[in-house]
């Protein structure tokens, strides 16, 4: 199996190459991943939902130019690029709750109106290119989701994941989670 068929390889690489961007917030994207997934361990989520904290922004890292996007005014959608490109290799336990995420965002703002002002600017600013609060009937039918209630939590440490300077576990030990909970390929040796 090459590297980029291991799919702990390959995540590794992503954040290896991109995970130094920044796009405004006092952190780049290794480190908010990181922070992320340590709060939601420390909150005592399982290994699936610190996997989703860890990997919940790769669609910014796989996609060409996501800082540009957004000064751009465009909403890079990433939640549903690194989901479906995680889907390959992870189940819905990981999968769903990134695919979430932004939603959950939307959600909070409808049913917490002061969660709006505790986002970033960052936040703020993405938050109208990714439709603003939920109105009612959105809502209703986030909260019927299977994964509503992991997505909110996902959301509420991806939100406290922008502390400049913190000190986290390195990516190895999130990726020892990873392997525990994923699908991963069994190389297949070539009859003779």
């Given at each position: ?62 996609h060409r130019d996501a800082r540009g996007a ?49 986002l970033s600017p960052v936040s703020q600013r ?67």
């Amino acid at each position: 199996m090459t590297a980029l068929q291991d799919p702990l390889k390959t995540i590794t690489l992503i954040f290896d190459t991109s995970g130094t961007l920044r796009y405004g917030e006092h952190v780049n994207q290794m480190e908010h991943a990181l922070q992320c997934a340590l709060l939601a361990q420390l909150a005592g989520a399982n290994d699936e939902l610190v996997v989703a904290a860890l990997l919940h922004d790769v669609g910014h890292l796989l996609h060409r130019d996501a800082r540009g996007a957004l000064l751009a005014g465009v909403d890079d959608v990433h939640e549903n690029l690194g989901a479906k490109y995680l889907a390959k290799w992870f189940g819905p336990a990981v999968c769903q709750p990134i695919a979430l995420h932004v939603q959950a965002k939307r959600f909070l703002c409808l049913r917490e109106p002061a969660y709006h002002d505790l986002l970033s600017p960052v936040s703020q600013r993405s938050l109208a290119l990714q439709g603003g609060p939920m109105s009612e009937a959105q809502a209703l039918e986030f909260e019927s989701s299977e994964h509503a209630a992991a997505a909110v939590m996902l959301r509420r440490w991806d939100d406290e994941a922008k502390v400049a300077g913190l000190t986290t576990p390195p990516l190895a030990h999130f990726m020892a989670m990873a392997e525990k909970c994923g699908q991963m390929p069994v190389a297949v040796s070539s009859p003779n």
